[in-house]
């Protein structure tokens, strides 16, 4: 056999060579690979945020935090204003409650309880009197 | 149908595809497998353009082409030490081959014939058995297969004619056993 027949036969044989099949393994490997990929992708802590998202938050944090430590060493005129009247409010309600109604809200809690019940019981026995002609 | 059986059907659409180029360029399944592993991860994170484009066959070898050339760009000495293990390790055993052989008819002669002939493929060097297998089995052109691999035409055609060269031999070998 020449070169040339060589050659040509080499061709065919190449041709003719059957395609190598994907291992069984192949499909399930590349599955579990995508469910990985998903669960990866779905993780929502802050290290998995885009790095330009990330630097905004830490951004906004300190911001919000710098405000809160302006506020609390020197706030507003106004806002302590606000905080004194809110104060002297409670007092006053404060003083409003103990004085003049927890001393007497046990007896006004019974009575309420007693009424109710007195109502009920009138409603029942005129009920019982009328024959029912009330509910028609 | 979902997503995911959408993904799964075109795995299973595919994976003879891309192992098979995978495997003709590495030489060797367990890189394939890996490859064409990480081929479908592509796929998967671009599903939605690629899914159902009828681009997806050609998109998937260029894919798999170019990701092989990397893997053997990165790992080629250590492939070969490998190689040259797994050389000494496959060959059949002679009276194993010589039984089977006698015994064989023309059907049995024919697959051996075929295995030996992709064994003696896969077990070219990287820069023979690489543009041999762009050139026969990717249809990929000599000036295309230069530019893939970043050597000149001529060199491209010297290591595909020594590829052949050791192929024949092989096929020569084979047809003394008849």
């Not at chain 1, 609390?72 to 007092?91: D, R, S």
């Not at chain 2, 820069?127 to 970043?150: C, G, K, N, T």
Request: include cysteine; charge should be neutral; aromatic fraction near 8%.
């Amino acid at each position: 056999m020449d070169s040339g027949d060589l050659d040509e036969r080499l061709d065919g044989e190449l041709r003719r060579l059957p395609r190598p099949r994907a291992p069984r393994s192949l499909l399930p490997r590349v599955l579990a690979a995508t469910v990985d990929h998903e669960l990866a992708a779905s993780a929502t802590g802050w290290f998995t945020w885009p790095l330009r998202w990330r630097i905004t938050s830490l951004t906004a944090l300190m911001a919000v935090a710098a405000a809160a430590w302006m506020f609390l060493t020197a706030p507003p005129q106004g806002v302590a204003n606000a905080v004194q009247n809110a104060g002297e409010i409670a007092t006053v309600v404060r003083a409003f409650w103990e004085v003049m109604l927890q001393p007497v809200v046990t007896y006004l809690f019974v009575l309420g309880i007693s009424l109710t019940l007195a109502c009920a019981l009138a409603w029942a026995a005129l009920d019982v009197a009328l024959g029912g002609a009330s509910q028609q | 149908m979902s997503d995911a059986a959408r993904f799964e059907a075109f795995v299973r659409e595919y994976q003879d595809m891309v192992f098979a180029t995978a495997v003709r360029l590495l030489g060797r399944e367990a890189d394939a497998e890996d490859v064409a592993q990480t081929v479908f991860m592509r796929a998967f994170e671009r599903f939605t353009d690629i899914g159902a484009s009828p681009s997806a066959a050609g998109w998937l070898k260029t894919v798999t082409t170019n990701l092989c050339l990397n893997h053997l760009s990165r790992y080629r000495a250590r492939w070969r030490f490998f190689s040259e293990m797994e050389t000494a390790r496959d060959e059949p055993a002679l009276s194993a081959r010589l039984a089977l052989m006698a015994a064989a008819p023309a059907e049995l002669e024919r697959a051996e014939r075929t295995e030996r002939l992709e064994r003696a493929l896969r077990q070219l060097p990287d820069h023979q058995r690489v543009p041999l297998v762009l050139l026969h089995f990717e249809d990929m052109s000599y000036q295309a297969i230069a530019e893939a691999l970043r050597v000149s035409v001529a060199k491209v055609r010297s290591d595909i004619h020594r590829g052949r060269e050791a192929l024949k031999k092989e096929l020569t070998i084979t047809d003394g056993f008849r």
